[in-house]
């Protein structure tokens, strides 16, 4: 991934006039109805008798929804599936602002539209709330908002880590440990908040079902985590391009051999 460095290009005015930008948004809108799909399904209860899934399933539901989807459409979008992550691209100047407003925009629409269908092939008796995140009882907005923002600086600072261009020691699935990420996040956050780290995700069931109780909060936690996890990785742990590393080393060591 580049950054753009002509302001033009960072607006992205002709992005309207590109069949690529249009490919791209539609598979923001299916990637992240997926995700709902699959992972707001996997919290549903009551299929039988004492029947209730655990914080493991969701994990993994979640972790491997969002690998299957990254593999399956990344060539195409990038796979952002996720407001945070998008707002996290623009501000590090890797997306345009319009296709930003683009992505956003499909991403609540997928997320609707998987919501809607997940309502569609349940039961009325076992839709409960469609997966909807809520801030758990006893748990401030303070610390809801907090865990959000870590949990979302995490999947964040790995999506920029295994997508860096310049790092040359990356061996394995970039989706793979997006996924991964994801996963472990959810294991320590589901019972503190449901584990959002996407505003779209929650947008989608909340709009669907009618519940808006804190709603803010999955909309401020992971934009504010995925735009710190930009700004640090961008400008404190990027590697230098190879070219000029190069150069300063042969320098450095050109230096270091006259050394008397």
Known sequence: MGKMKDMREYVG??????????????????????????????????????????????AFAFGIAVASVAQALGHVSGSH????????MLVARYVSVVRAMLYIVAQCLGAMAGAAILKGLTPADKQGSLGMTQVTEGVNLGQAVGVEIIITFILVLTVFGVCDERREDIKGSAPLAIGLSITACHLVAVPITGASMNPARTFGPAVVSGIWKDHWVYWAGPIIGGLLASVLYSYVFRGPKAASYDVEMDSYNKNTNNAP
């Not at 990637?31 to 655990?54: E, F, H, N, Q």
């Not at 599936?81 to 996290?88: K, L, M, Q, R, S």
Request: hydrophobic share 45%; net charge negative; aromatic share 8%.
């Open 81 to 88: 599936i996720n407001p945070a992550v998008t707002c996290g």
């Open 13 to 58: 005015t002709d992005e309207f006039t590109k069949i690529s930008t249009w490919r791209a948004v539609a598979a923001e809108a299916v990637g992240t109805l997926i995700l709902v799909v699959v992972g707001c399904g996997s919290c549903l209860s009551g299929w039988k008798d004492g029947y209730a899934p655990s914080v493991v399933q969701i």
